[in-house]
């Protein structure tokens, strides 16, 4: 393998091949015997040679490496398919596999008949909110003290990240599996390389068919990535699971859904199946296309926001709760998205990047998350919900389904400005508001916005 990282693979029944992306939670060995991964292999072994591996630093592959990056690993699976002499197989990619899977499948389609992904996203955490980011910082450092451990802070979070409903066995289990799988150095190696993974390009140029699963409750990877992801790949499938958990088991009715799928998916000449595209056409549809969020003369006008210190909200609220004030907030903000004719650009986890072709639009559909925030905050006896929001109008550059530009850095900079319950905008666009006589905005103030020159004039909206 690529700089002489030795890589362990097993192969498991008989059949087309079907090789399955290696992350970062695998022993082939444990696996053999483990409650929350053999089902996998026995299940989708029954009508094919399911080849397995283990990720370089994990599992039985050589832990002790230098080079842990997504490139190794996707040089790693070229490696293996081209020694092991396979001309053509179907891939999975599931969790942290899907992004090896959809990099090999965009450099290699005609070495790849299908691909299927479960619980997939298309960039990492890094290109988050930076409150998300923060919130990942820590959790890297709970992995170096709680990864394998019986510690209770990290198994937590972990537990109720990957697997909520997880029974005492299957939260043992899964400490140990920890544990057998890689240190806790290379854990966290891993998380911060994956954090920086990137494909939002990369999957409009995915060439094979492709069917895509995700649970509506996933944890670990929002509902709506699984729904980018589908919407992205040219004639992807899509097969929604009910639950909760990221790690499917097989007493769960959604494994039993997608072991039905994926062998009817697998053993398709074309992979096309009606349903699949009837759902993969509704997801498409539900993108927006960004042209629409554009002005005639060409500016768009972004909102950023995000929860102030999400990250001490989960500590002092705790993971699960959390998880109920982020999907409360969620709701807010798309209500009142969705009655102002914007447009979800991403969702970053405790904030969103939203998009308008009208500067006052923008504004109106700010005031009333603000305004519906302040209605939840006054039932609450303790923990308030304040949310910072930044917006700036100007031109930006649009490709796929992303704004990219100065003016795009420039809104996120003023939301940054901004307090927690604050509406925060630029010079230029008070002034493209100002008129209006309806709105009221606060005294000009002079912040650095990092990476920009010089002082900059943003202003608070008087909003209540």
Known sequence: MPGGTAIHYATFGQGTPLVIAANWLNHLEFDRSSPVCRHWWEELSREHQVIRYDQRGCGLSDWDTSDLSFEAAVGDLESLISALGIDRCALLGASQGWSVAIEYAARHPDKVSHLALYGACSYGWAYQSEAHRQEWERLLGLTKDGWGQEHPDYQRAFIDKFKPEATADQKFCLMRLQEASTSPENAEKIQAEWGKVDLRQRLRQIAVPTLVFHARGDNAVLFEEGCRIAGLIPGAGFVLLEGKNHLLTHDEPAWQSLVSEIRQFLTSDSGNNPAHEDIAAAVELERPDLRQATAPDGTVTILFSDIEDSTGMTERLGDRRMQEVLRLHNDIVREHLAASGGF?????????????????????????????????????????????????????????????????????????????????????????????????????????????????????????
């Open 344 to 464: 979800e650009v991403k969702s970053m986890g405790d904030g969103f990047m939203l998009a308008f072709s009208s500067a006052r639009r923008a504004l109106q559909c700010a005031v009333a998350i603000q305004t519906a925030l302040a209605a939840y905050n006054e039932e609450q006896d303790n923990e308030q919900l304040r949310v910072r929001m930044g917006i700036h109008t100007g031109e930006a550059l649009s490709e796929s389904d992303d704004f990219y530009g100065k003016h795009v850095i420039l809104a996120a900079r003023v939301a940054g400005q901004a307090q927690g319950g604050q509406i925060l905008v630029s010079s230029l666009f008070k002034a493209l508001t100002d008129s209006a006589g309806d709105i009221v905005f606060g005294e000009e103030q002079e912040v650095e916005l990092k990476g920009l020159t010089g002082l900059n004039s943003v202003y608070p909206v008087e909003w209540r």
